[in-house]
Structures are given as structure tokens and as C-alpha cells.
């Protein structure tokens, strides 16, 4: 190879560093070996995983946190379908994310070569787009698109198959010219994403808001994924109508703001859930109308007329039939909301809603979110954790969850006041998420406290990436709920099955979480009783120069309460037992 020539491996690291990657998190192996070496002089930070599904996950947090791409890199074949969770999960919760992954040399796909696997056609349906690259050449110019189609539009995860031969220095199909490596010019056509919204129809969704008696503004991912947060709180205060954030838009409005009402659907509070399902007009944005927010489709919002903001067509009836549907980034219809509304001479033009503001107070003020304090010699309450650990750390503190349980209750007490703090997996429910997304997170955000919340049945899926967390000097800090069960399952076996719990207890006597956080480099702490609880928090808060993983025994009967059961609508909502009487 000549001076003037570099190999495909060396043009894919420049190419990424062009894009502005700063860190990227992977595991080598044989079929994209060429890569790693041109990584050891370039100024891009590589984050070794223990597992590829981390290094997905992990790319996860990083974008969910900063907003920029996440970045992962891993081999062939076995390595390739392990990114498979992480690519569904970034797929349904709009992530962006940009993979790569090694194939065997051009040549040998479709001879069933060592580790080799059809990576595009298995993630096809997990990803925004993907490539096979066949020639060296074209490395930079499909680094280039797959970065623009993961950030621009609706957000997602793009994965960029390279195989071996291309990125190989001692392969002449690897050679190419420098200019090359710098002349990425898009070739994408039919890609052009509408932004900006419709102006009738941005009218007409003014003058709906105007009429409106008993409005919400439904408000999904799609917020916080256009950076829509500041555009969000103008329109609210200056229309006055009450907020529901979804699961994926906690923090998108901030809680202790006197127009939020919370998170809506299957665990959601009772005045959100109800505020919906009694609304005359729900102002979506940026949501999808999920079946965890809907409940029974046919029972949901009955009365209410629909305007549905969203970055992507598709979902613009997609689920529920809509009156006005405007496609465009929601940070800019949200501004051209603003507007539209101010020409319609503001909200002294709008109806009267003071009965609606006093019906869900009245709401707010039946049904609050409770539950039961331990007795003496009880374990814990998975809710006094949670409501501890929200009053122990900083407001703009960084919430990872994994899912079950645990996730609703962090979702549930507590506070989201700044957006981009709470991370989770949403869409797909992924177990595990939380250790190696909280990974990520403080990666891009090392200036700020992350903490992980995980359930036992989570922990034991990804607790590994602590090793990473050690090796790689990324503290951050676990709250592990234990109850030896899986917690949801658990429940659902409780409630819908006639408590005939199959394959839900895990063990009360292994693993030992403070032998195995230990032997990972992590500090340990276990909290049984209420008064343990804060000093426990207090203790791991103070120590920054490794992860602390702090195993909180929690009450397994504990439910997770207001539930919408599996095929009900929201009007069938079940409060806690200690509510009950109120319903009536």
C-alpha cells in the first residue's frame, strides 16, 4: 500500500472521527480485528465490554443522556445477533445509534464461513437502516448517511455491516486513495424528512386548543428526543392545560410544575389515566398512543378529539383515527403552535375551563400515589427506597431503570424535574438495561451523579458491565432492589392466575450481591431495615472513585398500584386497596 493510500480500517476511523465521535463502546474479534488497530492512534475513547449486548445498551445511554449518537462496535456472527436486543430496543424507543459490525471477507458470505451470519437481513426489521459495504471506497460516505439517518428524522439505530477483506490492510480490496477518505458526499435519495409542520393544519389544531373544554396535553419520547423540553413549558403555561408525560417523556415537563399531572397508562396515577379518559381534546405529542397507555383501545379517551404531532407519518393514525395530523419535528410545531394560538388572540379567547381545573384537583387530591409503610422487622418497601433515593440526590441527578416493578416505581415517586434524567427501556421492555445504559450515561455525563435502579432478576441479566464500570473507571451507583422474585410476573401470577406462581422465585439464599459487587471492584453496602436506608444512600453518595452497589431487601408482596389490567380500558383503572372505597 502506498503513502498516498490508506487501508478501509483507517478510513472508518477517520471516518468516525469526522462525525464527531468521542467514544464508542465494543469487543473485538477476528472479522473486524483490522478496525481495532488504527482505534490504538486515534483520539476516539473505546469503552471494553464483557458482553456485545452491553455495548449496545451502553450506546443506548450515551444517546438518551447527551442527545448525540451512540456508538457501538462489535465482530461477526455470534457477536452481530447479540446486538440484536439493543438495536429492538433503540428501534422502538427512537434511540439514535450507529453500529458496526465485522463480517467475514466479501467473498465467503453465503458459504457458511466461520462466524458468519446474514447480520443486515437479521436486523432488518431492528433498525432504521442498513448497510453491507462492498467497497473500501465507500466506507466514509456510508458512515456519513448512516450518522445523518440515525440523527435526523425520527431518531434510530443504524447498523453498518463491514466485511473483513475491505477494512484489512494486507487485502488490495482494502486499499484507497486518501482523497477518498474525505469525499463523503450522501447519496439518499427518497430520505428528506419533513420538519417543519403544516400551517392550516397548525391553525386548525389552534383553534381546536381555543374551543377545547376539557384538553390535555399528552406529551411522548418525541419531546425529548427534538429537544422540545423549553418549547413544551411555553406552550403549557401560556395555554394553562394540564400535562401527562408518558413513561418515555418523564422529566420532558417538570413534575413539581402545578399544570403536571404525571404518567398516564397501565401503572400510571389515577388523575392522569382519568384526565385522558375524560378529555375532550388530547393534544399528542411526540407520543404513539401505546397499548400501555391506552389500555382497550375501543374504551380509550371516548369523547376526545385528537391532534397528533409526530416526526414520522406512519404514526399519524396509526393507532388511533386522529382529527388533525401534523407531521414535522415537535420543537418546531410546538413553536409554530405557540404562535398560531397568539394569533388566535391568546388564551383570554379560550373556553372557559374552570371546572376542569377543579375536577382534576379534586382528582389529584382523592387518589393520591400511596402505600404502606413496613412494620417493625418487615422488609422493605420498594416505594420508601425510592422516595429516599429521590430526596438524597441532587434534582438534575442521571435515573437509570432496568424493567418490572422497579421501573414503575421509579417512574411513579420519583421526581422528574429536568429532562434527559430519566433513562429506560420503554418500548421493548428490556431486562438489563439499566447497568450498562447507566454506563453510557455517566460516560457521556461524567460530571454528573447516574444512578442505576435495578431489580434482582435485572441485575443477574447484565451485572458483568460493573467489571467494565471498573476497569474503564466509570463509577456509577446501583440501587438493587431485592425481593428474590420477578416482581411483575409475580404480581400478574398474584392477581390473574389465582396466585399460582410458576418459575418466579429466583432464590433467597444465592447469589451473595455484596460477595459479587466486591468481586467486581465495586463497594457493597446491604440495607434490611427503614433506618438503614438514608445512611446507606448517604454513604454511596460520597464515594466516587468506584461503583457502589447498595442491595436494598425489599417486601416481595408489595404490588404495583394504580394498575389497568391487560385488556381493560383505563376507566376500569384498579387503585390501591387502601382506595378502594373511594371509587364508589
Same mark, same amino acid.
Given at each position: 500500500?502506498?503513502?498516498?493510500?490508506?487501508?478501509?480500517?483507517?478510513?472508518?476511523?477517520?471516518?468516525?472521527?469526522?462525525?464527531?465521535?468521542?467514544?464508542?463502546?465494543?469487543?473485538?474479534?477476528?472479522?473486524?480485528?483490522?478496525?481495532?488497530?488504527?482505534?490504538?492512534?486515534?483520539?476516539?475513547?473505546?469503552?471494553?465490554?464483557?458482553?456485545?449486548?452491553?455495548?449496545?445498551?451502553?450506546?443506548?445511554?450515551?444517546?438518551?443522556?447527551?442527545?448525540?449518537?451512540?456508538?457501538?462496535?462489535?465482530?461477526?456472527?455470534?457477536?452481530?445477533?447479540?446486538?440484536?436486543?439493543?438495536?429492538?430496543?433503540?428501534?422502538?424507543?427512537? &434511540?439514535?445509534?450507529?453500529?458496526?459490525?465485522?463480517?467475514? *471477507?466479501?467473498?465467503?458470505?453465503?458459504?457458511?464461513?466461520?462466524?458468519?451470519?446474514?447480520?443486515?437481513?437479521?436486523?432488518?426489521?431492528?433498525?432504521?437502516?442498513?448497510?453491507?459495504?462492498?467497497?473500501?471506497?465507500?466506507?466514509?460516505?456510508?458512515?456519513?448517511?448512516?450518522?445523518?439517518?440515525?440523527?435526523?428524522?425520527? *431518531?434510530?439505530?443504524?447498523?453498518?455491516?463491514?466485511?473483513?477483506?475491505? &477494512?484489512?490492510?494486507?487485502?488490495?480490496?482494502?486499499?484507497?486513495?486518501?482523497?477518498?477518505?474525505?469525499?463523503?458526499?450522501?447519496?439518499?435519495?427518497?430520505?428528506?424528512?419533513?420538519?417543519?409542520?403544516?400551517?392550516?393544519?397548525?391553525?386548525?389544531?389552534?383553534?381546536?386548543?381555543?374551543?377545547?373544554?376539557?384538553? &390535555?396535553?399528552?406529551?411522548?419520547?418525541?419531546?425529548?428526543?427534538?429537544?422540545?423540553?423549553?418549547?413544551?413549558?411555553?406552550?403549557?403555561?401560556?395555554?394553562?392545560?394540564?400535562?401527562?408525560?408518558?413513561?418515555?417523556?418523564?422529566?420532558?415537563?417538570?413534575?413539581?410544575?402545578?399544570?403536571?399531572?404525571?404518567?398516564?397508562?397501565?401503572?400510571?396515577?389515577?388523575?392522569?389515566?382519568?384526565?385522558?379518559?375524560?378529555?375532550?381534546?388530547?393534544?399528542?405529542?411526540?407520543?404513539?398512543?401505546?397499548?400501555? &397507555?391506552?389500555?382497550?383501545?375501543?374504551?380509550?379517551?371516548?369523547?376526545?378529539?385528537?391532534?397528533?404531532?409526530?416526526?414520522?407519518?406512519?404514526?399519524?393514525?396509526?393507532?388511533?383515527?386522529?382529527?388533525?395530523?401534523?407531521?414535522?419535528?415537535?420543537?418546531?410545531?410546538?413553536?409554530?403552535?405557540?404562535?398560531?394560538?397568539?394569533?388566535?388572540?391568546?388564551?383570554?379567547?379560550?373556553?372557559?375551563?374552570?371546572?376542569?381545573?377543579?375536577?382534576?384537583?379534586?382528582?389529584?387530591?382523592?387518589?393520591?400515589?400511596?402505600?404502606?409503610?413496613?412494620?417493625?422487622?418487615?422488609?422493605?418497601?420498594?416505594?420508601?427506597?425510592?422516595?429516599?433515593?429521590?430526596?438524597?440526590?441532587?434534582?438534575?441527578?442521571?435515573?437509570?431503570?432496568?424493567?418490572?416493578?422497579?421501573?414503575?416505581?421509579?417512574?411513579?415517586?420519583?421526581?422528574?424535574?429536568?429532562?434527559?434524567?430519566?433513562?429506560?427501556?420503554?418500548?421493548?421492555?428490556?431486562?438489563?438495561?439499566?447497568? *450498562?445504559?447507566?454506563?453510557?450515561?455517566?460516560?457521556?455525563?461524567?460530571?454528573?451523579?447516574?444512578?442505576?435502579?435495578?431489580?434482582?432478576?435485572?441485575?443477574?441479566?447484565?451485572?458483568?458491565?460493573?467489571?467494565?464500570?471498573?476497569?474503564?473507571?466509570?463509577?456509577?451507583?446501583?440501587?438493587?432492589?431485592?425481593?428474590?422474585?420477578?416482581?411483575?410476573?409475580?404480581?400478574?401470577?398474584?392477581?390473574?392466575?389465582?396466585?399460582?406462581?410458576?418459575?418466579?422465585?429466583?432464590?433467597?439464599?444465592?447469589?451473595?450481591?455484596?460477595?459479587?459487587?466486591?468481586?467486581?471492584?465495586?463497594?457493597?453496602?446491604?440495607?434490611?431495615?427503614?433506618?438503614?436506608?438514608?445512611?446507606?444512600?448517604?454513604?454511596?453518595?460520597?464515594?466516587?472513585?468506584?461503583?457502589?452497589?447498595?442491595?436494598?431487601?425489599?417486601?416481595?408482596?408489595?404490588?404495583?398500584?394504580?394498575?389497568?389490567?391487560?385488556?381493560?380500558?383505563?376507566?376500569?383503572?384498579?387503585?390501591?386497596?387502601?382506595?378502594?372505597?373511594?371509587?364508589?
Amino acid at each position: 500500500m502506498s503513502k498516498q493510500q490508506i487501508s478501509g480500517g483507517e478510513a472508518l476511523v477517520k471516518a468516525l472521527e469526522h462525525e464527531g465521535v468521542d467514544v464508542m463502546f465494543g469487543l473485538p474479534g477476528g472479522a473486524i480485528l483490522p478496525v481495532y488497530d488504527p482505534i490504538i492512534e486515534s483520539s476516539i475513547r473505546h469503552v471494553l465490554v464483557r458482553h456485545e449486548q452491553g455495548a449496545g445498551h451502553m450506546a443506548e445511554g450515551y444517546a438518551h443522556a447527551t442527545g448525540r449518537p451512540g456508538v457501538a462496535m462489535v465482530t461477526s456472527g455470534p457477536a452481530a445477533t447479540n446486538m440484536v436486543t439493543p438495536l429492538c430496543d433503540a428501534f422502538l424507543d427512537s &434511540v439514535p445509534m450507529v453500529c458496526i459490525t465485522g463480517q467475514v *471477507p466479501y467473498a465467503a458470505i453465503g458459504t457458511d464461513a466461520f462466524q458468519e451470519c446474514d447480520t443486515t437481513g437479521i436486523t432488518m426489521a431492528v433498525t432504521k437502516h442498513n448497510f453491507l459495504v462492498s467497497e473500501a471506497q465507500d466506507i466514509p460516505r456510508i458512515i456519513h448517511e448512516a450518522f445523518h439517518i440515525a440523527t435526523t428524522g425520527r *431518531p434510530g439505530p443504524v447498523l453498518v455491516d463491514i466485511p473483513k477483506d475491505i &477494512v484489512d490492510p494486507s487485502s488490495p480490496r482494502a486499499a484507497m486513495n486518501w482523497y477518498q477518505a474525505s469525499d463523503a458526499d450522501m447519496e439518499l435519495p427518497g430520505y428528506n424528512p419533513v420538519m417543519e409542520g403544516d400551517r392550516e393544519l397548525i391553525r386548525q389544531a389552534a383553534e381546536m386548543i381555543r374551543d377545547a373544554e376539557r384538553p &390535555v396535553l399528552y406529551v411522548g419520547g418525541g419531546v425529548l428526543r427534538a429537544r422540545a423540553a423549553e418549547a413544551l413549558l411555553e406552550l403549557a403555561e401560556m395555554v394553562q392545560i394540564p400535562v401527562v408525560t408518558t413513561l418515555m417523556a418523564r422529566g420532558a415537563f417538570p413534575d413539581r410544575h402545578d399544570l403536571c399531572l404525571g404518567m398516564p397508562g397501565m401503572h400510571g396515577n389515577y388523575t392522569a389515566v382519568t384526565a385522558i379518559q375524560q378529555s375532550d381534546l388530547l393534544v399528542s405529542l411526540g407520543a404513539r398512543f401505546d397499548d400501555r &397507555v391506552t389500555g382497550k383501545l375501543d374504551g380509550f379517551a371516548p369523547d376526545a378529539k385528537i391532534i397528533h404531532v409526530d416526526i414520522d407519518p406512519a404514526e399519524l393514525g396509526k393507532v388511533r383515527q386522529v382529527n388533525v395530523g401534523i407531521q414535522g419535528d415537535c420543537k418546531l410545531v410546538i413553536e409554530s403552535l405557540i404562535e398560531a394560538l397568539r394569533e388566535l388572540g391568546g388564551v383570554e379567547t379560550h373556553a372557559d375551563r374552570q371546572a376542569w381545573r377543579s375536577t382534576v384537583s379534586g382528582w389529584q387530591e382523592r387518589f393520591p400515589l400511596v402505600y404502606q409503610q413496613s412494620e417493625p422487622g418487615e422488609k422493605l418497601k420498594p416505594q420508601f427506597v425510592i422516595e429516599q433515593l429521590r430526596d438524597n440526590n441532587p434534582s438534575d441527578t442521571i435515573v437509570c431503570s432496568g424493567v418490572g416493578q422497579h421501573q414503575m416505581y421509579t417512574s411513579q415517586w420519583w421526581k422528574f424535574d429536568h429532562p434527559y434524567t430519566f433513562i429506560n427501556s420503554g418500548g421493548l421492555g428490556t431486562m438489563g438495561f439499566s447497568i *450498562p445504559a447507566a454506563i453510557g450515561a455517566k460516560t457521556g455525563m461524567p460530571d454528573r451523579r447516574v444512578w442505576a435502579v435495578d431489580g434482582d432478576g435485572c441485575f443477574q441479566m447484565t451485572a458483568q458491565e460493573l467489571v467494565t464500570s471498573t476497569v474503564e473507571d466509570i463509577p456509577i451507583k446501583v440501587a438493587l432492589l431485592n425481593n428474590s422474585y420477578l416482581g411483575m410476573v409475580r404480581q400478574w401470577q398474584e392477581m390473574f392466575y389465582d396466585r399460582r406462581y410458576s418459575e418466579v422465585h429466583l432464590s433467597d439464599r444465592v447469589p451473595d450481591y455484596v460477595k459479587w459487587a466486591e468481586s467486581m471492584g465495586c463497594e457493597a453496602i446491604r440495607v434490611e431495615s427503614p433506618e438503614e436506608v438514608e445512611p446507606a444512600i448517604v454513604k454511596a453518595n460520597e464515594i466516587n472513585d468506584r461503583s457502589v452497589v447498595v442491595e436494598f431487601r425489599t417486601d416481595a408482596r408489595e404490588n404495583v398500584f394504580p394498575m389497568v389490567a391487560s385488556g381493560k380500558t383505563n376507566s376500569e383503572i384498579q387503585v390501591d386497596p387502601s382506595q378502594e372505597g373511594l371509587l364508589r
